[in-house]
């Protein structure tokens, strides 16, 4: 089988970036799929962040103010010198245009986002009225294009219910870390990971470490992740905060994770939030606003962790974490179970559910 993938750029350490990367190679490693990845607003020198295998088929293509006539263009003439049995959008400025092209194979936009995210991607630049009406006009006309492609893939049940179409499936995103370890949660150090974006609500986080930072001065706040961190920079020293800081990206995730003893994830909105899962894989307690879409069917409240239900509720966030940094106890309690019910998140149990739905389209694409 012949699948190809289509993303804007792979050269950012962001989630979808990774779990791209990371099914790639296992569908190269365990299927004999013939996997290719190509990129369109990615410098041909720009080096891809995550390691791909070298069994992936990768292709750049680059222009500058690249236009999506110009992109149907090139990708049509490709797919026809090149035939694939499926291809896959991620919902860039391919998405538009894939479901297109009559090449033959079956198409797939896969959402690495939240089913309302572009109401919460004009909110960063309007008022609430004009978000919610520019946004709810721009969500309709994406389930429309999105319901020309033989299948849409979701990652939450959440959006899964928000789908009003029989072609939608869900799927949740994979682990991409691999450890042999998981944290003991004694260390002194609560983490945040996600890149320096008003969605993840850092702000948030470092209004709610505010409460808690005198209260105990021998812990640690660490925020990691790619981006202008400039701002929060400044507002950790307009808080006068001494034990906050910004760390930028890391290559090491899993070593990050193992030395915390708490996550805490601030977003405003998330397409699933991947790295509550991987924080969960690493054995550690999570605290958690209950934002759209995906903490709160990753989190089992006060089984593994907290889910804080208001946005912004920096109060009530600063008590859940103020019970984990007291109770050692129940650290590592939630800890264990965070790790027994990250299960079902491991990258085997999930590409298993991706091949079987690959296999189903083939079969279809044949009897047709």
Not at 186 to 206: C, E, H, N, T
Request: charged share 25%.
């Amino acid at each position: 089988m012949r699948i190809t993938y289509i993303i804007e750029s792979l050269s950012n350490s962001g989630g979808m970036e990774r779990v791209v990367t990371q099914k790639a190679n296992w569908l190269v490693n365990k299927t004999n799929y013939k996997i290719t990845i190509i990129t369109f607003a990615q410098k041909i020198n720009e080096n891809d962040f995550f390691t791909l295998d070298e069994n992936v088929n990768r292709i750049k293509w680059y222009w500058e103010n690249s236009d999506k006539l110009h992109l149907l263009k090139k990708l049509e003439k490709w797919l026809m010198n090149n035939p694939q049995d499926i291809c896959i959008s991620t919902y860039g400025r391919e998405f538009n245009i894939l479901h297109k092209i009559k090449d033959g194979s079956k198409k797939i936009v896969e959402f690495h986002f939240a089913y309302d995210v572009n109401k919460h991607w004009i909110t960063n630049t309007c008022n609430r009225w004009k978000a919610y009406i520019i946004g709810g006009l721009k969500t309709w006309f994406m389930s429309r294009t999105a319901k020309k492609y033989d299948i849409i893939v979701c990652l939450t049940e959440a959006d899964y219910k928000r789908w009003n179409t029989d072609k939608i499936v869900q799927i949740y995103n994979p682990i991409t870390i691999k450890t042999n370890k998981v944290s003991d949660c004694q260390s002194k150090v609560i983490v945040a990971i996600g890149r320096m974006d008003k969605q993840k609500g850092f702000d948030i986080l470092l209004n709610c470490w505010k409460l808690l930072e005198d209260r105990y001065p021998e812990w640690q706040l660490k925020i990691y992740g790619g981006g202008d961190s400039s701002i929060y920079e400044k507002q950790i020293s307009d808080l006068q905060l001494n034990h906050a800081s910004i760390l930028g990206r890391t290559n090491d995730v899993q070593s990050v994770l193992c030395e915390s003893s708490i996550y805490v994830l601030s977003s405003r909105y998330e397409g699933f939030a991947l790295t509550i899962c991987e924080a969960m894989n690493c054995g550690l307690p999570i605290v958690s606003f209950d934002c759209p879409s995906g903490p709160a069917e990753l989190v089992a409240d006060g089984v593994n962790g907290y889910i804080v239900s208001k946005v912004g509720d920096i109060e009530s966030m600063a008590k859940c974490i103020s019970n984990l940094i007291e109770n050692e106890h129940l650290r590592k309690e939630f800890g264990n179970n965070s790790h027994q019910l990250s299960e079902k998140y491991q990258l085997d149990y999930v590409m298993n559910k991706w091949t079987s739905l690959f296999n189903q389209l083939a079969k279809s694409k044949i009897q047709h």
